[in-house]
């Protein structure tokens, strides 16, 4: 675990990452919140958390904390080595933000319909109905994304 | 083209400044997200009645919780299969009943909004034949507060009769009136109405107030402090 956490202390040791971390979180948690209308803007600013939501709302913290790591170890690898963008981060990133995202999509079902047909409604039922799973797998990947990064980082040479 | 990137991103300012407007983007959008009062313009129409007028509105058929001279009708405007109208149903709804409704300041409409899925129209006619029994509000909780997964099947025919059974509700009456499709025509104008609102989703919203004044449209999950706010200002 500390061994783990080397390569962590290695790309945060610079601000500039620390900073494009804090970015990448607030972005996608507030996406996310608003999305699974958690956070609402107007006409009140309010933030609320009943407890259907709170395996999702916790779910998704943890893929927006992941992404915003493993986006900011991604650039700094890409950064100072030839290698090319972690795959499993990818793959969770976007399974993560589809399933975080599409908590509402249902809600949308006439935009979805008369956007889509009905395939659009039976991808967003998908999403919904499966949504705890793809969340949870998300965040296997970004971890699974966290420890290949972490590998490269320690095992390659980097030119810091 | 990667040291060109990487230039860049050495940079916090242009690296927070790109940061930034993505947010704004995403703000914006949340801002757009609520469609309050500006739907409004695509009902208005010359008449000297308001097409979103109280009594255009709320007919003899529509499910009405509260005293009907309540300053202010909040019209919902939802389907059963929603989980984010089961939220409000669960979450929200009785907030409001305990603190607006039950003091007679607001009274509770629900027209439909049939959009899920293919059982959603079945569940919104199964409700009407439910108030034909005097019943809807007692059949709304019960398929909200037993919400099961979109298009599960949960919502078809045969369980909206079971579930109508169990409540105690005459079943022959209530299954001739699904049967019969008897509230087909009332569901698809109430579908038609928040097409014509544009709604773009469930659960929807219109806040009329009995002075006449323009109604308010909202669209998605809000919580009970969102409501509270608007409440308290058009009663002050």
Not at chain 2, 143 to 162: F, P
Request: a negative charge.
């Amino acid at each position: 675990m500390i061994n783990m956490l080397s390569s962590f202390k290695q790309v945060f040791s610079d601000k500039l990452y620390v900073f494009l971390a804090v970015s990448v979180f607030t972005l996608f948690w507030i996406t996310f919140n608003v999305l699974g209308e958690l956070l609402f803007f107007t006409p009140v600013f309010v933030f609320y958390l009943p407890s259907d939501a709170l395996s999702v709302f916790m779910l998704s913290d943890a893929i927006s904390a992941l992404m915003a790591i493993v986006l900011s170890m991604n650039v700094y690898v890409i950064k100072n080595t030839k290698v090319k963008m972690n795959k499993s981060s990818f793959m969770g990133s976007s399974v993560g933000m589809m399933a975080g995202g599409c908590a509402s999509c249902s809600s949308m079902g006439f935009v979805l319909l008369t956007s889509f047909g009905t395939a659009g409604v039976a991808v967003s039922t998908f999403l919904s109905n499966y949504q705890i799973p793809l969340l949870v797998g998300s965040v296997g990947m970004l971890l699974w994304a966290y420890y290949s990064l972490h590998k490269k980082l320690t095992k390659s040479c980097i030119l810091n | 083209m990667d040291i060109r990137i990487f230039e860049i991103m050495k940079k916090p300012l242009i690296v927070g400044g790109i940061v930034a407007v993505v947010i704004a983007v995403i703000a914006v959008s949340a801002l757009n997200y609520d469609n309050t009062e500006t739907v409004m313009r695509n009902t208005d129409t010359d008449s000297s009645v308001s097409p979103l007028s109280f009594s255009n509105l709320i007919t003899s058929d529509t499910p009405l919780k509260g005293d009907p001279s309540a300053p202010i009708t909040l019209i919902e405007f939802g389907d059963f299969q929603c989980p984010n109208c089961g939220r409000f149903a669960r979450d929200t709804s009785p907030q409001i009943e305990s603190s607006y409704v039950e003091s007679g300041k607001v009274s509770i409409a629900f027209k439909h909004f049939p959009v899920v899925g293919p059982d959603s129209k079945p569940a919104a006619m199964a409700s009407q034949c439910a108030n034909d029994q005097g019943m809807f509000w007692e059949f709304h909780d019960e398929l909200y507060y037993n919400q099961g997964h979109e298009n599960s099947g949960w919502a078809n025919r045969d369980n909206l009769k079971q579930t109508a059974s169990k409540m105690g509700l005459d079943t022959q009456s209530f299954d001739s009136c699904l049967d019969s499709n008897k509230y087909e025509l009332l569901v698809e104008n109430d579908l038609n109405l928040a097409k014509q609102i544009d709604f773009r989703g469930t659960p929807s919203f219109l806040i009329l107030k009995n002075d006449g004044s323009q109604p308010q449209a909202l669209t998605g999950a809000y919580p009970y402090a969102t409501f509270e706010k608007i409440f308290d200002e058009s009663l002050n």
